[in-house]
């Protein structure tokens, strides 16, 4: 009887954006936002399918460095509005079928990721908690590499010119909306 024995690792980071949790929240749920800053940067990304509800589903695709195309599939486990994503991250094909990885045990293997947001005076505190096989993110980097590269992309995306935010504010005194 063989067993999996492929080693798990949990990483978790948190960072502090200068955007509202509005603009975060967009950033992580609308496919215009996502492909600015998910893939690594330069990378072609495409969304073909999104529904970032409890249980719905985030597929896309991006061309490596090597102009290949990667098909990855994200479930969302739970997902409530503008205060946590949990999902689970795996490689498919470009159906959308989870692939499994060349790791021990030949199971499909997935990174589990949880998101949490929460506002502050200043902006928006995130918390990534991810928990998988080590060395998932890609044959070269660490899964905390990865992360904190994600967490980073992100960072520059929503504090940068070329994100223009889907907030939209309406005065409190004569109810117009405001830029």
Same mark, same amino acid.
């Given at each position: ?7 798990n ?44 509800e ?14 290949r ?26 159906? *959308? ?9 030949? /199971? @499909?293997?997935?990174?589990? =990721?949880?998101? $949490?947001? !929460? ?12 928990? *998988? ?9 660490? /899964? @905390?590499?990865?992360?904190? =590269?994600?967490? $980073?992309? !992100? ?25």
């Amino acid at each position: 009887m063989s067993k999996n024995t492929t080693l798990n690792t949990t990483i978790e980071m948190q960072a502090h954006l200068s955007a509202n949790i509005a603009d975060v929240w967009g950033a992580f749920t609308l496919a215009k936002h996502l492909v600015n800053w998910w893939a690594p940067f330069g990378a072609d990304m495409q969304v073909s399918e999104l529904a970032p509800e409890t249980g719905g589903i985030f597929h896309y695709s991006y061309l490596d460095g090597v102009h290949r195309q990667r098909w990855r599939r994200v479930f969302y486990a739970s997902v409530t509005m503008q205060k946590s994503l949990v999902m689970e991250l795996t490689v498919s094909d470009e159906q *959308g079928h989870v692939i499994p990885l060349p790791l021990p045990g030949g /199971l @499909p293997q997935f990174l589990s =990721a949880s998101v $949490e947001l !929460l506002p502050t005076a200043e902006g928006t505190l995130i918390t990534v908690i991810a928990n *998988g096989p080590a060395g998932i993110a890609t044959q070269n980097d660490s /899964l @905390p590499d990865e992360m904190a =590269a994600m967490i $980073e992309r !992100l960072k520059q995306y929503v504090e940068g010119d070329r994100f223009v935010s889907d907030t939209i504010t309406v005065s409190a005194t004569n109810n117009q909306l405001l830029p």
